[in-house]
């Protein structure tokens, strides 16, 4: 496994292609917009190497026997998923950001098992291809994104009725030594930081669309993939040299527009070449355990928020008042659902055929219904009890001015034992998450990353049986028929 630095290091070395307010990023690694969203990554390795975490952190890969890094890993049991969610919350709790190393985890548990089944049925060497390729991921310890979301253009209409056929990511050329695909994938978490991105289609696909049905992996900085970070609430404070405006000084999230510019993916990195039958089963599988990582990540990014606002309220001299304790207990009911969803989904998880272990559908799909809501409350009540001071305090560089810092120190002082510094930094912390640059991941990735509300709620459509529900009921009211 690799050490953070040297994980830093491997990044500073890629050639990632990356875009930024016009230009072009030499370093990433260098940039402050970015350099704290590398630095959640780095968390995943860092921890890892805390004999502390390591039960949570690390396992023992099921191909090659040695120690790999929780999230190269394919689950082997119902404890592994658990341990998975386990490993979310802390990471959530260390950097109160996304760590973006998740979808990389998520995607390759879905095409270990979709492959196997798929070979099962086509006759295709898929699962090889993969096997070969897990083994270099975890050799390596290398962070993979994992890409699904396209553009999708007029949503309305199928991909291959698309005025600009591109919207969706699709195969432009076959070549007898593989294929050269075309489109983008949006939304990218984590790209910036990765080594790798391994591509899946972004719905299922029907017959006609074996362009679209596609499924590959690639070094991140392959040339014709670029990245075009995306822009984030109060981004450009990271500028400013101020720790304390920023909120989280050290950890954040990204996202980016990746662009497929024809770009060529050799045979043995395709995992599906047309297969539309099977499409559809890698979307779910992958959704699915995405669905599942958010009951661990947000949950993690949640106690950090009331951790803060129960802070606040120490420090305004408020924390003995019914109506803040009983905020404080909404919010961590609110908090620890997720989480049991989480767990729940894990625990009644089942072995699928390649031997891997998948989440409780109808479960994961549960979990992240309820993530679209509950953050939104308890980002509702963090910023109840913070008060508007939250948004209006003075910045850094007035509270360290010669004349106006001492008034600042005198006016937005709390309970007289608290340093106004500390009761400034906690607001902006909770800033940070619910409205700043942090809130990208906690509160709209909570709306839409896995998939916005109605994709889960066709999926507990799909899951919930009502029909047999109803059985349930004619039996206990005596009806026959
Ligand atoms: Fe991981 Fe959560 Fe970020 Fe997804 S949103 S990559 S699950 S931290
Ligand atoms: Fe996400």
Request: charged share 25%.
């Amino acid at each position: 496994m690799m050490t953070g630095e040297q994980y830093v290091e491997t990044i500073r070395n890629s050639n990632l292609e990356i875009y930024m307010f016009g230009e072009k990023i030499k370093n990433s690694v260098d940039s402050p917009i970015l350099r704290p969203s590398l630095n959640s990554v780095k968390a995943t390795y860092d921890l890892a190497q805390i004999p502390e975490y390591e039960d949570v952190m690390t396992v023992t890969s099921h191909i090659t026997g040695k120690k790999i890094n929780r999230f190269s890993h394919i689950h082997q049991s119902t404890e592994d998923l658990i341990n998975k969610v386990k490993m979310q919350r802390l990471l959530g709790q260390k950097t109160a950001s996304c760590f973006q190393r998740c979808v990389g985890m998520d995607a390759m548990n879905a095409i270990f098992s979709t492959t196997f089944e798929c070979d099962e049925k086509h006759g295709t060497s898929y699962h090889k291809n993969f096997l070969d390729y897990l083994r270099q991921v975890q050799e390596h310890d290398w962070v993979v994104d994992g890409a699904m979301t396209d553009p999708k253009g007029d949503r309305g209409l199928a991909p291959s009725q698309q005025a600009d056929p591109d919207l969706y990511l699709r195969i432009v050329e076959r070549r007898a030594d593989g294929i050269v695909v075309r489109g983008a994938k949006a939304h990218q978490t984590g790209m910036v930081n990765s080594h790798e991105i391994v591509v899946m289609p972004t719905m299922s696909m029907k017959p006609g669309e074996e362009d679209y049905a596609v499924s590959f992996a690639l070094p991140a900085d392959t040339k014709g993939i670029l990245s075009i970070v995306g822009r984030q609430s109060c981004d450009t404070r990271k500028l400013e040299n101020s720790g304390m405006d920023v909120g989280n000084c050290e950890f954040g999230g990204m996202e980016a527009l990746v662009i497929f510019d024809d770009v060529f993916v050799p045979n043995e990195r395709i995992f599906l070449n047309g297969e539309t039958d099977y499409s559809g089963m890698l979307v779910e599988r992958f959704a699915g355990y995405h669905r599942q990582s958010y009951g661990g990540c947000k949950v993690g990014v949640g106690d950090v928020l009331i951790g803060a606002a129960a802070l606040a309220a120490d420090y305004n001299g408020a924390a003995k008042a019914s109506h803040i304790k009983d905020k404080l207990i909404e919010m961590v009911h609110l908090n620890e659902t997720l989480y049991s969803c989480g767990i729940a989904c894990s625990s009644q998880g089942h072995r699928t055929k390649s031997g891997n272990y998948l989440i409780d559908m109808l479960l994961a799909n549960v979990c992240k219904q309820n993530i679209t809501r509950f953050p939104y409350e308890i980002t509702r009540l963090a910023e109840d009890i913070a008060g508007g001071l939250m948004v209006t305090a003075p910045s850094e560089k007035d509270f360290r001015h010669e004349k106006l810092g001492p008034f600042i120190e005198k006016y937005l002082k709390g309970v007289d034992s608290v340093p106004t510094e500390h009761r400034l930094r906690i607001l902006r912390l909770i800033e940070n998450i619910t409205l700043g640059a942090a809130a990208v991941g906690y509160r709209t990735e909570s709306m839409h990353g896995a998939g916005s509300p109605q994709a889960q709620r066709v999926m507990i459509a799909r899951q919930g049986n009502i029909e047999s529900k109803k059985a349930l009921a004619k039996a206990i009211a005596k009806i026959e028929k």
